[in-house]
């Protein structure tokens, strides 16, 4: 039996639970990806684009009028966008120092994963500051899935943070990251388990690690729960690790075991 173009209409506007529609504001998600590009323009004058700086700014402007919950909470951010722009250059400044690979602020500016990933946090961490819902995250998952860098836009992040190569990097919500902290690739900011309320869903409670100022967490390293990194610390590449660390701490897996067969050949 044929069903027809009704039918059809019906069952896509029935009501399920997990799909809810009522009180729903329609989120443009172009919008979203030209203000973040806007926001860049700004932040990063001259970088990205060649028109002149306050043809963008009014730019950025007017599509935050149109794309926040009110004018208040507009003018609110586009008062903070000076500080955004000093900590991202402050982002610059740790990448750049981090990697004897990068050639000057430029290269890192225009090229690295790392700092796309953090104008993205920047923007919509300060965003969700002012009581914005939704478009904060989606802000974070536009750099997440550029980059392959996952930071939710509730962390916490400090002064002069870098992260190298970065693919694979989860930094979750209630994560706490202090000043000149230095991530690699595939390193997990995780929480260790969950809380759930009487309804059985899971309680947003601080869940999630705090790495005190210069902290080094190398390659595929999990850090997970609420636990605290002390200052100074290094945790080595491939560690797991579910207790605090007191400052200046070292954490690295054991050497491995090389085995020989008789005739001096390598297993």
Not at 10 to 32: H, Q, R, Y
Not at 53 to 74: C, E, G, R, T
Request: charged share 20%.
């Amino acid at each position: 039996m044929k069903i027809t173009r009704d039918q059809i209409l019906a069952g896509l506007s029935a009501k399920i639970d997990f799909i809810p529609c009522d009180g729903v504001e329609c989120i443009d998600t172009n919008e979203i990806k030209e203000a973040v590009r806007l926001f860049r323009t700004c932040v990063f004058n001259g970088y990205f684009c060649t028109d002149p700086l306050p043809v963008n700014l009014d730019a950025f402007i007017k599509i935050l009028y149109h794309m926040l919950p009110s004018q208040a909470v507009a003018d609110e951010f586009i008062a903070r966008i000076p500080e955004l722009r000093r900590l991202l250059a402050t982002d610059v400044k740790a990448v750049f120092d981090g990697d004897p690979a990068a050639v000057d602020y430029q290269e890192v500016i225009i090229s690295y994963p790392a700092i796309t990933a953090m104008t993205h946090y920047r923007f919509a961490h300060a965003l969700l500051k002012l009581g914005v819902q939704v478009i904060p995250r989606a802000i974070t998952e536009l750099a997440h899935s550029a980059t392959g860098i996952d930071i939710h836009p509730g962390a916490e992040i400090g002064e002069y943070f870098s992260i190298d190569h970065g693919t694979g990097v989860v930094i979750g919500e209630t994560s706490v990251i202090g000043n000149h902290v230095r991530l690699y690739q595939g390193v997990t900011l995780g929480a260790r388990s969950f809380k759930f309320d009487e309804s059985g869903n899971p309680m947003r409670l601080p869940r999630h690690p705090i790495l005190e100022d210069n902290v080094v967490v190398y390659s595929n390293s999990s850090i997970l729960g609420r636990i605290r990194i002390g200052h100074d610390s290094i945790i080595g590449g491939n560690v797991w690790q579910t207790q605090d660390l007191p400052p200046y701490s070292r954490v690295v897996q054991g050497k491995p075991q090389v085995s020989y067969f008789s005739d001096g050949s390598g297993i």
